[in-house]
């Protein structure tokens, strides 16, 4: 890492957006101007720093985020590449939870496209504050106007556009900075800055027109900031950096979001995006101090972003770099050093930390030390895994964990050679490590692993990895949704054991139960408690103190249950309650009462009657009106519930609800019903029954 700055001038940042906005692109000119690579890579190249995976450079897509850290003016940039196919939503989610801020890449053409929407709901969720940078200026149909329309509509937000564009499409050269009023003209060579000129020299329309839109940015400003009304409402003239400090002001509240244009791949506005994300995006000083719990007395706790302050840091990716398990850390407070000693209170464990390093895609720089406010890799740490806080054992701290996505396709995976049986377990405990939404199965019938995820892709990348990164062949079977089972009814059920241990010919096995369950909301998920009364008082003393024991080890049996159905899948939206114990004289262990619990939980489910319930999708199908009849004639032979058909821009836009298994193959299908020209994406939505 290059000479340490103070934590005021630190960005933690990310670079989100629609897949094909250009993320990638815009990634790889930061690294250039901040002199991080001296040379340009190209996504169509497969020549990019940013995607540095095989299967990301073959496939020109961004599946994992890799961090990186440059220098701009003085500051110091973490920057983390996040991915826009719907099947790694949750690296997504991931690095919104430990950056500061984003910058919200948008398709000049394309506009606020289905995932730019999904991404902005999360950060609105996690309160990051954002800029936002039109890309793609250079092709024709830009419409920079448009997008900002949309997003005041579709994303609610306040857009401050900091910039008059100059020319358009292939004539685009630059644009007018409306707060400083310098044109910036581009040559389009990769290395040669940009020359300005001041408005005072411009000719007459364009400099007309930067006065009005430079009045107009002040008015936009001026509704969301109290100091900038006064001074505007009285005349005064507002200069550059009173008109900066109250757009970092409003954005830091999430106010407003500036705005600036231009074309990444033509070289043209990246320096100007580089200088308003250290403009106006938080330095880590600038967050909400973190939260969390005591892990012992569960009493809430806070931690600033002060290295003297203890140690709280959240483990918000694992991953395997060169064989070795590496932990990516985001530290909220305190210092780290090679050789601590930190505690997983997940795990109420101590690990050592063996080795530091900044991180430049799969270039590392080692480190001895880091303070709050940055990220980091560690090593060392062999039992810590995503969503962990890493913290002090003088001072624990339990962070929020990451939510996770349950997975919802599995396959069955074979070797093709008997002979890698061990190395493909080896292999899948490594995946499923870095991986929480990637899950790894054995059935018991048949021996066969099974293997789930969050989509098609996803386990194509698994099969791809297996081969490339561990040297395993395998053959991927078709993929299945994984479903869930819930109840129809309410319904009870009771279960009784009583039998001589066969192991000793002498212990009495002995228990009873009894279980009533009712269905929950979809959604709910799964309810385990108990309401058994106390023992009668006509049973001996003895026999009366058992009861405890018995309730103990009836629920714990209950809560063991109720995560496989009668078809083998996890419950859901279930209420399940014990209600009752049978006790006896002279029963030495517990097992018999868990046994019967379980059995009870059967015979409830039996009398309730069960059913299966299949992961249900959200998809947007955005399509020119000539194809629309086509794609609506396929969705309705896929049992596709249309909830809406909508005009985006020049296309059209299907809003529809379908089960997963529905949509197997359905990106070849719409492809060929549109000739090429929709593009869809899918989210999940809930799990539930469809007919
Ligand atoms: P990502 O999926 O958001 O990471 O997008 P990429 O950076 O991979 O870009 C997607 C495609 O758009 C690539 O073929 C880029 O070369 C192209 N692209 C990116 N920026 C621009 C731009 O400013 N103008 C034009 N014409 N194409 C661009
Ligand atoms: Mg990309």
Redesign the pocket.
């Known amino acids: 890492m290059a000479k340490a700055v103070t934590l005021a001038r630190v960005r933690n940042l990310g670079v989100v957006?629609?897949?094909?906005?250009?993320?990638?692109?815009?990634s790889e000119r930061f690294l250039f101007y901040s002199g991080r690579i001296h040379k340009i890579g190209?996504?169509?190249e497969g020549d990019t720093q940013m995607d540095w995976m095989p299967e990301e450079r073959e496939r020109?897509?961004?599946i994992t985020a890799a961090a990186t850290t440059l220098q701009w003016h003085d500051h110091e940039l973490h920057l983390i590449d996040t991915p826009?196919h719907v099947d790694f939503t949750i690296e997504v989610e991931r690095s919104l939870r430990v950056l500061d801020g984003a910058v919200v890449?948008f398709s000049a053409v394309d506009g606020v496209e289905p995932q730019s929407e999904t991404v902005w709901h999360q950060a609105d969720k996690f309160g990051v504050p954002r800029v936002a940078f039109i890309?793609?200026?250079?092709?024709v149909g830009a419409d920079h106007e448009a997008v900002l329309a949309q997003m005041r509509q579709r994303l609610g937000a306040r857009p401050a556009f900091l910039q008059l564009p100059v020319g358009a499409e292939d004539t685009f050269s630059g644009a007018v900075d409306l707060v400083t009023l310098t044109e910036l003209t581009y040559s389009g060579e990769e290395d040669e800055a940009p020359t300005e000129t001041p408005t005072a020299e411009l000719d007459g329309d364009l400099r007309a027109r930067a006065e009005k839109a430079r009045t107009a940015l002040v008015e936009n400003v001026a509704d969301v900031d109290d100091a900038i009304a006064e001074a505007y409402l009285a005349g005064t003239d507002i200069d550059a950096p009173t008109l900066r400090a109250a757009l970092r002001r409003a954005t830091l509240q999430g106010k407003l979001v500036p705005v600036l244009c231009?074309?990444?791949?033509?070289n043209k506005g990246v320096q100007p995006l580089l200088d308003a994300v250290v403009e106006y995006l938080p330095s880590p000083l600038d967050r909400p101090t973190v939260r969390g719990v005591n892990p012992q007395s569960g009493e809430a706790e806070e931690r600033p972003a002060d290295e003297k302050a203890p140690l709280a840091a959240l483990a918000f990716k694992v991953a395997m770099v060169d064989g070795r398990k590496t932990v990516f850390l985001r530290l909220y407070s305190g210092t780290l050093n090679v050789g601590d000693e930190v505690f997983n209170p997940r795990l109420k464990k101590l690990e050592k930390v063996s080795r530091l390093f900044a991180v430049h895609a799969d270039r590392r720089e080692r480190v001895e030390r880091v303070s709050a406010g940055y990220i980091i890799a560690a090593m060392g740490l062999k039992d810590f895994g995503t969503g962990d806080t890493v913290c002090t054992p003088k001072a624990p701290i339990l962070l929020e964990r990451i939510d996770a996505y349950e997975p919802v396709i599995s396959s069955s995976i074979e070797i093709n050679s008997s002979a890698d049986k061990d190395k493909l377990e080896d292999a899948l405990k490594k995946l499923q490590d870095e991986d929480p939404t990637f899950r790894v199965r054995v059935e018991e019938e048949t021996g066969q692993t099974l293997i789930s995820g969050m989509g098609e892709l996803h386990l194509e990348i698994i099969h791809d990895r297996l081969e490339r990164e561990y040297g395993v062949a395998t053959r991927l079977g078709r993929p299945q949704v994984v479903h869930r089972e819930t109840v129809l009814r309410e319904g009870a059920g009771e279960g009784h054991i009583e039998r001589v241990n066969p192991e000793d010919d002498k212990e009495l096995i002995f228990g009873g139960a009894q279980v009533r369950i009712r269905p929950l909301p979809r959604g709910a998920g799964v309810d385990v408690k108990q309401a058994v009364p106390p023992p009668s008082s006509d049973l001996p003393g003895p026999v009366r103190a058992k009861h405890p024991i018995a309730v103990a080890a009836a629920l714990a049996g209950l809560k063991e249950a109720v995560s496989t159905g009668p078809e083998g899948y996890p419950l859901v939206d279930l209420e399940a309650t014990l209600t009752q114990v049978e006790l006896k004289e002279g029963v030495r262990s517990d097992v018999g009462w868990r046994i019967a619990a379980q059995s009870a939980l059967r015979n409830a489910i039996k009398a309730a009657g069960a059913a299966l319930l299949e992961p249900i999708m959200d998809v947007e199908v955005v399509v020119p009106e000539e194809f629309l009849g086509d794609v609506l004639g396929d969705l309705a032979s896929r049992r596709a519930q249309i909830e809406d058909v909508g005009v985006r821009g020049p296309q059209r836009a299907v809003k529809a609800k379908l089960p997963l298994k529905a949509l197997f193959g359905y990106a070849t299908a719409v492809r060929s019903a549109s000739q090429g020209r929709a593009t869809f994406t899918m989210t999940f939505a809930r799990y539930d029954a469809w007919s």
């Open positions: 957006a629609h897949i094909d906005a250009g993320k990638t692109t815009v190209e996504v169509h020109g897509i961004t826009g890449v890309n793609k200026m250079d092709r231009g074309t990444a791949l033509r």
